[in-house]
């Protein structure tokens, strides 16, 4: 029999995969000697059974029974029983966090016989009242499918007429008929009863656990965090501790160092009389742990014991859920924890200054994307007054939208392109899409513990949370400060997670502190140190060149302020722009080779100043410049207006502008139902007299210039769209001989490697011919992944990719994310092929995928010898490179 069951003292944190985070974690801590109550965990092989046939898996449940047995027998106690009924806990658990995405069920084993035995053993009427409407309201809700703001409605509807400001006001006798209306909304809802059956109500919550994976909003969070689909989640089953039996008793989250900022210090919530899930979901403002070293100094020493045990044996920030039921602590849960990008880089530095891991790990435990994040800008709070509120920074940046107040509403504006914060009294799981959507989260209640901040964290959201002075209507789509002030749906608000602030209207913003260094080298405590000590480590171990693509002097000083290693594109395209368009217009129209060799000769040493400005920049350093690649229809005027121009004076009785008519006629010649696969590239080098020969004899004189004032210019040629060697084999001929000319007539050398784009699939496939004339390829990585697709990149993404996605055809868009199947196996292609012919040949990648951390790690393990990207992608671009080497010793060492 297949066994799918396993006991808390059968495991440990290697067999996530198994008995998915929490399970291992829990096994982890069992095994560590700390207080956790005992339980066990089915296993995610159950679950993917079960979501493969639709039936619970052969022997499944007798396993649990024995397992369940076992915790009776440790207890003295079982499930359900009148007198003194066990309670267990049943809670989702994948192998990655997923936090709220999926479902729990608390108080499993009470009914209507069994309350009445645990409010006389308990001697506390009242929280056995509370329990037993919490289970009831959960397994409602989750295994039945009752909506919950049902629940919440009649609950909301109860403490009005109370007079109670929260659920603690509400007595035994409150409770009981609360748990009475729930029963009623059930058989109301779903015309059957609450189960009254600890064994039955047991069973059919682990089920719901399992379907729960593939709930929506499990689905939306594993998209974004690409997760794989076919994981599945383990089912922890834990003997219940109570933190809702008076004031010594009570439940927290707590985090080895602070989440937000990677200060270190025991950093947390705490709730008293109170059950961990509304801790997490933030229905009553949260008490610090400050205040529960105040009210319980005992349980807060040990909870501070328990919580350097941990960080020392998983060496890293833990999150750590936990109990206190009547003075005794009770740990529920640890797990590496969520932090903002901030966070992750202060952390790892002081992990490693510290002695607890080596640089090197500190520097896989960091990111791009969170370097990326702390490039953004931030508000400058000396340009604003008062704000709104204040609350708890529970995700650091600066956002700026218009006010929504519930998740539909934010997809919807979103959707149609606006900036929009989504504003609640606390989130729940079901508003996980409006905080996707969302810039910024800000909720009225809970602590950096809560759902909102939590999830904010782990995508990168700004967010502030438990902004008391705020009272928020959801119905009608308003919220009111505390001097009155109104805010409608759709006002202008500024949330800064950094100082927990909110602010009406559009606040100006203020480069970041780790823009500043990248702009100056000026270095600061805290986190701009930590990001310019990893930078330094990523440089020293990484093999990869990181170079930019730069087309004006002023990027190029950029580029190289903030690393780059010389520029990989300069796209000759751009200098055509402005003023100069009128020059190839002229070109284009010329009707004979003299009108043509005028306006080349007029264009010359304006591309000669341009050069030489850039290759000035980056003195000593490589700068490879592609000729021409755009068709040249895109320097003509739009056609609707010069056909309306040329229309208008007709219909007046004038006399079009013969310019008017001639660039009409010649936008009307050059027409292209796809131009993209039409006139341009090389191609435009081989029918356009002229064009290849004035752009390399402006780079050539440019090198000629600065040589001539003591530089080092170290330009090379890159010929763009070559899809056959015999055109690149033309275009070299062409450019040998400028270069051949410009040295006779100068007296000086000149040297312009001479390579090629890779962007077309015949190119990557018969790369080894190419090679032969190519001294260098760069892979064009955005063409080659519309030619590999057949995507307009320009029509596709608006018409079909939010399909795509969310039908699970591509997990990110292949435009920035390489794909690794299909555009990455043309690119492995290429290189071995194309090194097979010329050994050493230096090959590099110049489009988009340059600066996307996913892509730069696959570039490394493929062989290539440099990425290009933005110039603000350049320090990404580093780190990842830094990173992915890193990775790579450690895997050899293995």
């Not at 998740?407 to 996707?436: F, I, W, Y």
Request: charged share 25%.
């Amino acid at each position: 029999m297949v066994r799918y069951v396993y006991d808390f003292s059968e495991g440990g944190r290697d067999l996530a995969g198994l008995l998915g985070g929490k399970g291992a974690n829990l096994a982890e801590m069992t095994r560590l000697g700390l207080p956790v109550p005992p339980g066990f965990v089915v296993s995610t092989e159950a679950c993917r059974v079960f979501l493969a046939t639709g039936a619970e898996p052969d022997g499944m449940f007798e396993q649990i029974s024995r397992h369940l047995t076992a915790v009776e027998s440790d207890a003295g106690r079982r499930l359900g029983q009148p007198d003194d009924p066990l309670l267990v806990s049943v809670r989702s658990g994948a192998r990655f966090s997923m936090p709220g995405m999926m479902e729990t069920v608390l108080d499993i084993g009470l009914n209507d016989e069994s309350v009445l035995g645990l409010a006389e053993v308990s001697g506390n009427a009242r929280f056995a009242w509370d329990s037993y409407r919490r289970l009831v309201q959960m397994f409602g809700s989750t295994v039945m499918g009752v909506d919950g703001a049902l629940f919440d409605r009649i609950l909301t509807g109860l403490k009005e007429r109370r007079g109670a400001r929260d659920d603690l006001r509400l007595d035994a006798d409150d409770l009981a008929g609360l748990v009475q209306e729930y029963q009623r909304l059930i058989f109301e809802e779903t015309g059957d009863h609450f189960p009254q059956s600890p064994a039955e109500q047991l069973r059919r919550a682990v089920l719901a656990v399992f379907r729960s994976w593939n709930g929506e909003r499990a689905r939306l969070y594993r998209r974004r965090e690409h997760i794989p689909d076919d994981l599945g989640t383990a089912v922890t089953v834990q003997r219940m501790v109570y933190g809702n039996l008076g004031p010594d008793s009570g439940s927290g989250v707590a985090f080895t160092r602070d989440p937000a900022t990677g200060r270190p210090g025991l950093y947390g919530d705490y709730l008293p009389n109170a059950q961990g899930e509304d801790v997490v979901a933030g229905i009553r403002n949260t008490v610090t742990l400050a205040d529960l070293e105040r009210l319980d100094p005992h349980s807060y020493r040990r909870l501070r014991d328990h919580t350097r045990t941990l960080e020392l044996h998983y060496r890293d920030l833990c999150d750590i859920e936990f109990t206190i039921e009547r003075g005794t602590l009770w740990m529920l849960q640890t797990r590496v924890g969520k932090r903002t990008a901030e966070a992750a880089f202060t952390i790892a530095a002081e992990l490693a200054y510290e002695g607890v891991i080596t640089r090197e790990e500190g520097l896989a435990r960091v990111s791009g994307d969170g370097l990326a994040r702390l490039m953004f800008p931030r508000f400058d709070t000396s340009a604003t007054g008062d704000p709104l509120a204040r609350g708890i920074p529970a995700a650091p940046g600066a956002a700026v939208g218009t006010a929504v107040f519930d998740s539909a509403e934010a997809v919807r504006r979103a959707a149609a392109g606006e900036r929009v914060v989504l504003v609640r009294q606390e989130t729940t799981p079901d508003d996980l899409p409006g905080m996707v959507a969302a810039q910024a989260v800000l909720t009225s209640r809970g602590g950096k513990t809560s759902h909102a901040a939590v999830v904010a964290r782990g995508m990168g959201k700004v967010c502030v949370c438990g902004a008391e002075g705020l009272s928020v209507d959801p119905a009608g789509r308003r919220f009111t400060t505390r001097d009155g002030t109104v805010v409608e749906e759709g006002a202008v608000l500024s949330v800064d997670g950094s100082a927990g602030a909110v602010y009406a209207g559009e606040v100006p913003l203020a480069d970041s502190a780790v823009m500043r260094y990248l702009e100056t080298g000026e270095r600061s405590a805290g986190v701009v140190d930590a990001v310019a000590g990893a930078l330094e480590l990523a440089d020293g171990l990484r093999r990869l060149k990181v170079l930019a693509n730069a087309d004006t002097p002023e990027d190029a000083v950029r580029a190289r302020r903030f690393g780059a290693q010389g520029i990989g594109l300069c796209r000759t395209e751009h200098m055509f722009l402005g003023e100069r368009r009128k020059l190839v217009e002229e070109m284009i129209l010329a009707r004979d080779d003299e009108a043509r060799d005028r306006a080349l000769d007029a264009l010359l040493p304006l591309q000669r100043q341009d050069f030489t400005g850039i290759l000035q920049a980056m003195d000593g350093l490589p700068v490879t410049i592609r000729l021409l690649d755009p068709p040249l229809h895109e320097f003509l005027p739009d056609h609707t207006e010069l056909a309306v121009r040329v229309a208008a004076a007709r219909a007046r009785g004038e006399r079009p502008e013969s310019r008017d008519t001639e660039l009409l006629d010649a936008v009307r010649r050059m027409h292209e139902e796809n131009p993209m696969l039409g006139l341009r590239g090389v191609r435009l080098g081989l029918v356009v007299p002229g064009l290849v020969a004035m752009q390399v004899r402006a780079i050539a004189q440019a090198v000629v210039e600065r040589t001539r004032a003591g530089g080092a210019p170290r330009a090379e040629i890159m010929v763009p769209l070559v899809g056959d060697v015999t055109e690149l084999r033309l275009v070299r001929e062409q450019a040998e001989q400028v270069l051949a000319e410009v040295s006779d007539e100068s007296g000086v050398p000149v040297r312009c490697p001479i390579g090629t784009m890779i962007e077309l699939p015949r190119a990557a496939l018969t790369a080894y011919r190419i090679a032969e004339v190519a001294e260098f390829f760069s892979f064009g990585t955005n063409d080659l992944t519309q030619t590999t697709w057949g995507f307009s990149r320009d029509d596709v993404e608006a018409a079909f990719f939010s399909a795509y996605l969310e039908k699970g055809v591509f997990g990110t868009s292949p435009f920035e994310t390489i794909d690794r199947e299909g555009v990455g196996r043309l690119v492995r292609i290429a290189v071995a092929e194309g090194r097979a012919t010329r050994p050493g040949l230096r090959i590099g990648v110049c489009g988009e995928h340059g600066g996307d951390p996913d892509s730069v790690r696959f570039f490394h393990s493929t062989g290539l010898d440099y990425v290009s990207c933005s110039p603000f992608r350049v320090p990404v671009a580093r780190l990842e490179a830094g990173r992915a080497a890193c990775a790579e010793t450690k895997s050899d060492t293995r």
